[in-house]
């Protein structure tokens, strides 16, 4: 399984962006989800979304402002950010497990996109 990430760039506080991650093939009922590590600071969760789109989980920071989404027909999963913060500023990456339960953990995630750039100014 390979994924590309994409939709990162550069806005203003209060603005928006919409990711992608756009995968070769997605094995049946596995969870995906977005992280994100900022400059001299550990990877961290962001989203996660089940199979089936129907459950998702968010951290704590982002929640109301950020949404996960899946098209499972393209392969692709999305994360609509709004109301960016300067404090959202990282490198992102979307991952998937095989597994079909939900983790927060980087470590139980099988696959990994290369990562694409948010930075948000004030």
């Known amino acids: 399984v390979q994924l590309q990430a994409s939709g990162g760039g550069l806005v203003q506080a209060g603005g928006s962006l919409r990711l992608s991650c756009a995968a070769s093939?997605?094995?049946?009922?596995?969870?995906m989800g977005w992280f994100r590590r900022a400059p001299g600071k550990d990877r961290e969760f962001v989203a996660a979304?089940?199979?089936?789109?129907?459950?998702?989980d968010y951290y704590d920071s982002v929640k109301g402002r950020f949404t996960i989404s899946r098209d499972n027909a393209k392969n692709t999963l999305y994360l609509q950010m709004n109301n960016l913060h300067p404090e959202d500023t990282a490198v992102y990456y979307c991952?998937?497990?095989?597994?079909?339960?939900?983790?927060?953990?980087?470590?139980?995630?099988?696959?990994w996109g290369q990562g694409t750039q948010v930075t948000v100014s004030s």
């Open positions: 979304i089940n199979w089936s789109g129907e459950s998702t």
């Open positions: 991952a998937t497990r095989r597994y079909y339960l939900n983790s927060r953990t980087p470590s139980d995630y099988d696959y």
């Open positions: 093939a997605l094995p049946f009922g596995s969870y």
